[in-house]
Structures are given as C-alpha cells and as structure tokens.
C-alpha cells in the first residue's frame, strides 16, 4: 500500500504525519509541487514483460505526460533480488541529491522509497504498483529500493543523458528510516 510519512529534519524517530490514502497523499504532495498519481494499465503485465509490453500498457498515460511536461525520452528499468550489483546500486542512490530536471518514476510492479528534503521536513513516499511520482527540478532527495530490490518502473525525462545526479554532501539521509 502506497504511504506517506512526514518527518522534522530534527526528529527522524518522530512522524508527524502519516496515511495510506492515495487522496490525501496526492494532495499533500501537491502541496510542496510534487505529483502523485496512480494509473492502471491496459494490459496484462508480469515481471517477464519486456520493455515495449510495458510502455503500450501505459502508453495513454505515458504520452499524456509527453504532452503535458515536455518529456521526450522513456524507458523501462527492471531490478531483481538476483541483480549481482543490487547493493552497490541500492546505494547509489541513498546519498541525498538533486537533478537539473523533474525526476518522474512510475511503479509497473514492485516498490521504492522516496525520500524528499522539503525545508525542515522529509517527505517519505513509499511508491508501489501503479504509483507515479514526479520530484520536481532541483529538489534534494534520496531514493531507496530496499535490501531484496524487486520492482519495474517507467522512467522519463526530458534530456538524453537520462539518470544524472548532482549529490549534495549532506549527510541527512542516513538519519532515517529506510526499507529492509
């Protein structure tokens, strides 16, 4: 179930906020500029589908998107329990960063956790199955994907570099809760 915890950036024991209402969780989102949707697909799709099976599944939502944001490249990345690097690319990502453009993930299958440094707050959305979410431009975070990843997700962008990560230093990150 999709979830939202708010935390102070002093008091990473203490939430301060919590629901698993995908409503309520969209509209706090919004609150801070972030987009939170939940789509469902046309089709029938398995942790086997390929690429192509997957963006025609969402392929209204994902050009609806395109037109929308300006995006003009997708792609699908898939990360199994069995991945050899699964360690070294979960923390990749835990170190806290910004992008130069919105960050957009949508969850076909499986889950992750984004970690958003808003001011004096830390925005924790656990994404899953049919969630998508879009951290805007320039806004600190970090992203984990659990000891035993398994998830598939649809990226986009609006550059061809795709994934580039500008890390801030900071060390908030590791003071707060992350999946197992």
Same mark, same amino acid.
């Given at each position: 179930?999709?979830?939202l915890r708010?935390?102070?950036?002093?008091?990473?024991q203490?939430?301060?906020?919590?629901s698993?209402?995908a409503a309520?969780?969209a509209e706090k989102l919004?609150?801070?500029?972030?987009?939170?949707e939940q789509?469902q697909?046309?089709?029938?799709?398995?942790?086997s589908?390929?690429?192509?099976?997957?963006?025609?599944?969402y392929?209204?939502?994902?050009?609806?998107l395109?037109?929308?944001q300006?995006?003009f490249?997708?792609?699908?990345?898939?990360?199994?329990p069995t991945? *050899? &690097?699964k360690? !070294?690319? #979960?923390?990749k990502?835990?170190? $806290?960063?910004?992008?130069t453009?919105?960050?957009v993930?949508?969850f076909?299958?499986g889950?992750?956790l984004?970690?958003?440094?808003?001011?004096?707050e830390?925005?924790?959305?656990l994404?899953q199955q049919?969630?998508?979410i879009?951290v805007?431009?320039?806004?600190?975070?970090?992203?984990?994907?659990?000891?035993? *990843? &398994?998830?598939? !997700?649809i #990226?986009l962008f609006?550059n061809t $570099?795709?994934?580039?990560?500008?890390f801030?230093?900071?060390?908030l990150s590791r003071?707060?809760?992350?999946?197992?």
């Amino acid at each position: 179930m999709s979830s939202l915890r708010i935390f102070s950036v002093n008091q990473p024991q203490d939430v301060r906020f919590h629901s698993d209402d995908a409503a309520v969780i969209a509209e706090k989102l919004q609150q801070k500029g972030v987009r939170f949707e939940q789509w469902q697909a046309a089709a029938t799709i398995s942790a086997s589908s390929s690429a192509e099976q997957v963006m025609n599944a969402y392929a209204a939502d994902i050009n609806r998107l395109k037109q929308q944001q300006g995006y003009f490249t997708v792609d699908v990345i898939s990360l199994s329990p069995t991945h *050899p &690097d699964k360690a !070294a690319l #979960r923390q990749k990502f835990l170190d $806290e960063h910004i992008h130069t453009e919105d960050e957009v993930r949508f969850f076909v299958r499986g889950q992750g956790l984004f970690c958003l440094h808003l001011g004096d707050e830390v925005y924790q959305v656990l994404c899953q199955q049919n969630d998508l979410i879009s951290v805007p431009a320039n806004t600190p975070h970090w992203f984990d994907m659990g000891t035993e *990843p &398994d998830f598939t !997700a649809i #990226r986009l962008f609006n550059n061809t $570099e795709g994934w580039v990560a500008h890390f801030t230093g900071a060390t908030l990150s590791r003071q707060f809760p992350l999946l197992s």
